[in-house]
Every structure is written in C-alpha cells, then in structure tokens.
C-alpha cells in the first residue's frame, strides 16, 4: 500500500504517543511523500493530539476493550476528520484500510469499519465536550497561579490551530489578508503556505510569534550598540535586533539550529555575528551595551504551536532546566557594560520559570532592578507587580491567542 498523509499521521502518532518523541523527531516518516502532503499529515497528527480526549469520549461506548495503539490511532485520526466535516465514505475506507493491511492487527478491520459508521451517524460528536485539559503536573500549578477560569480559557484556545504571525522588516509593504495586532504583528490564518507568501523570497518578514516579539521592543536596541542575543536559535529575535541597527553577536549551542538561523539571515539580508558555543564557558571579548537571553525552559507556553508537548513531557526536566536559567543569567549580567541592559524572557506558563526565577535573581544580585514595560499593544493586567511582563495562551483570545511567555527589563 502507498504510503499516503493519513498512513503518515498515524505514524506519527504512534512517535508521540508511544515512543515518547516531539513531532519534530517523527518528521522520518513524512519522506518520499510530496510537500502537500507532508504538510496535511502534520496537520493531521497535530489535530489528534490536540484532540485526544474528546476522540476517546466519543470512541468508548463503541468499544468492548481498548484496541491496540496503531488501531485506536487509526479511530482517533477519523474521528478528528467525520467531526471536521470530511466525507464519511472516504474517512472510513481509507482507515479500513489502513489496518486491513497491517499484519498485525488486519483482523480488526471489521471492527473500525463498524465503529467509524456509527460515529459518523453522531451529529457534532464534539459539541457538548470540554477542551482537552492539560496534563495535572502542568495544569495544578497554573490553576493555583492564575485560578481554573483562567486555565479553561487558555485549554479552549490551545484546541484551536495556532494562527501565523510575522514580524515585518521596516518600510516592507503590508501583506494582503494580514490583521495588524495591537503590538505591531501581523496575523495570518492558520495553515497558510508561508514560502508562497509575497515578501519571502525577498526577506521582508520572518515567521514570529506575537508573543515572542515583544521581548525585543522591552529590550529597546538602539542603531550601533553591541547587543548579544543568547540563546538566538532560530533566529526571531536576532532578525529583530539586526533590523533595528544593532551590531548584534547571536549566540546558540546548536549547530543544527544556528544554521536556520544563517538562513533567515541570508534570506532577509540582515547582519549578525553568529557564534556556535556553550555560554557556561564562552567568554566575550568587551561587554555588550545590551543582553536578550531566551533561557532553554519546558516550552509550555508554546502548547498551542506544539500539541505533542503534554505527551512527552512531564515536568521532570524542570530539575535542571531552573539551575540552568539562573546559571546563564547571572553570567550574563557578568557581561553588561556600565548601564546595560538585559532581557530575561522564557516561553513557559511555570512560575519557577519567570516570577521565582526573577525573585531569586533580585535576591542574589543586591542593585539589580526591574524597569517595569511600557510597550505598544501591552495592556495592564499582563504586568506582575514587580513590573515583569506575564503573557498567556488566552491573551487576545478572540484573534487566536499568543504564546505564553515571561519578560523581564533588568539593569543594574
């Protein structure tokens, strides 16, 4: 049988739900099939996940025992597809198929072909569903921070695909059918093609989360300064501080990822110094007038964009993941000049990893100080008392949310 995007999906799947691997490492499996269709079955693998527990809901009743993973897999997929409208007759007999053909488990294909007609008779299986929750060693917390209303309301938006978001080069014209955001992205619908997009080939914008450019404009790079952008990979923000006339060092542990970087650099025809090293034991040659460190951190602010994070992780990275924040940003606050500047920016929705992780840093470094932010788009309610920058999944809700981040201004 030929592989196809559906065939992909489930392989996927199988990564992520079995073997523990992000998406990103399951790409394998999307070889020797054409960019369309690569493209359908990330969509597809994506939407299951984000899906997962409504597809069981609506499963079990049509289900003496659980199926093996491929199985249940192959109902998630179509389940995802009947709810979104897909037409039944090629929904079924494809995920027939698919387990008809398997050695293992083609005995089952009755079964599939018998649950899948009855779901298909359901009218809106998902309608009267909550949004699938978050996993409890993430959500407890986040409930205890900001409350469940609050959390319900970032799951709610976490269910839907993420929009795109880019940031624009000065002067670059408008895209068509772009939404300006009060902080001065652009808003694109989700799925869109971004390569065939006007102004990429030609470098006039970069793909960024609205979220994540904020932490830029809080750090406001002047034209000449020496500014290090730590942790750079991939790029977003480097692109960023180039375009504002920094003389910008893009720093990042990762070959692999640097090399996307240079790319976005290339494309765009921006300019940047781009070091390959571990910043626990690079030293820079004179101090930078400026410091943006986007610390290594769980990710979880970033569960809209990547549906396979609560499945694969489960907090324990947390252990040497605060260390290592606290580690690189008292090394670079070593490397300010006189009346420097720092960002200190993660994408996560854990305290530990913004608001502790701020107190603690005021705790060891006696004359450190919070420059509260006054930024385009920001609104009150996102500022911490101590002045930081707090943002959440269920931020500007109604246009697709953003990511969670935590933002911090520090000078000495």
């Known amino acids: 049988m030929a592989k196809t995007a559906r065939m992909a999906a489930v392989r996927m799947l199988d990564a992520v739900l079995e073997e523990g691997l992000l998406l990103s ?24 996940l984000r899906h997962i527990e409504q ?10 025992k659980a199926p093996p993973p491929m199985v249940l897999n192959i109902l998630r997929l179509a389940t995802v597809e009947l709810v979104q409208g897909a037409a ?24 599939v072909n018998a649950v899948l007609r009855k779901i298909a008779a359901i009218e809106a299986p998902f309608a009267k569903l909550p ?49 300006a955001l009060p902080s001065g992205s652009l808003r694109l619908p989700a799925g869109v093609q971004v390569s065939a997009l006007p102004g990429y080939a030609e470098g006039d ?11 830029v404009p809080l750090l406001a790079p002047r034209a000449g300064e ?49 070091v390959a090293a571990d910043a626990l034991h690079w030293q820079p040659e004179a101090p930078f007038d400026a410091i943006l460190l986007d610390a290594p951190c ?15 992780k489960d907090g324990s990275e947390l252990a040497e993941l605060i260390p290592l924040q606290a580690a690189l940003l008292d090394r670079a606050l070593g490397w300010l000049a006189p009346g420097g500047r720092l960002v ?36 009150p309610g996102w500022l911490t008392p101590e002045g930081a920058l707090r943002l959440r999944p269920d931020y500007w809700a109604a246009q697709g949310g953003m990511d969670g981040f935590f933002m911090v201004r520090l000078t000495r």
């Not at 007759?89 to 009755?110: I, P, T």
């Not at 914008?205 to 932490?215: C, N």
């Not at 769980?298 to 609560?310: C, E, Q, V």
Request: proline letters at 8%; hydrophobic letters at 45%.
């Open 25 to 48: 490492q399951a790409d394998t499996v999307l070889e020797d099939l054409p960019p369309a269709d690569r493209a359908r079955a990330q969509r597809l693998a994506a939407e299951v």
């Open 55 to 64: 597809c069981d809901r609506v499963l079990k009743p049509f289900l003496r």
């Open 88 to 111: 039944a007759h090629g929904v079924v007999n494809e995920a027939v198929s698919l387990v008809r053909n398997d050695r293992r488990h083609g005995a089952l294909s009755g079964l």
């Open 131 to 179: 949004p699938q929750r978050l996993p409890y060693w993430l959500r407890k917390p986040l409930v205890d921070s900001w409350g469940r209303e609050a959390v319900s309301a970032m799951e709610a938006v976490q269910a839907k695909p993420a929009p795109v978001d880019i940031t624009l080069k000065p002067g670059a014209a408008v895209l068509p059918d772009a939404v």
């Open 205 to 215: 914008w970069w793909v960024q989360d609205a979220a994540a450019a904020l932490a």
């Open 226 to 274: 020496r500014v290090l952008d730590l942790c750079a990979a991939p790029g977003g923000k480097t692109l960023q501080l180039a375009a504002a006339g920094a003389q910008v060092t893009a720093l990042d542990i990762s070959g692999p990822r640097l090399a996307r970087l240079q790319e976005n650099l290339a494309r765009t025809g921006l300019q940047a110094q781009v």
């Open 298 to 312: 769980s990710a979880t602010g970033t569960i809209r964009r990547h549906p396979d994070l609560p499945f694969v």
């Open 344 to 379: 200190f920016c993660t994408c996560s929705l854990l305290p530990e990893e913004g608001e502790e992780q701020l107190a603690a840093a005021l705790g060891r470094h006696p004359g450190l100080k919070v420059e509260p932010a006054a930024l385009l788009g920001v609104e």
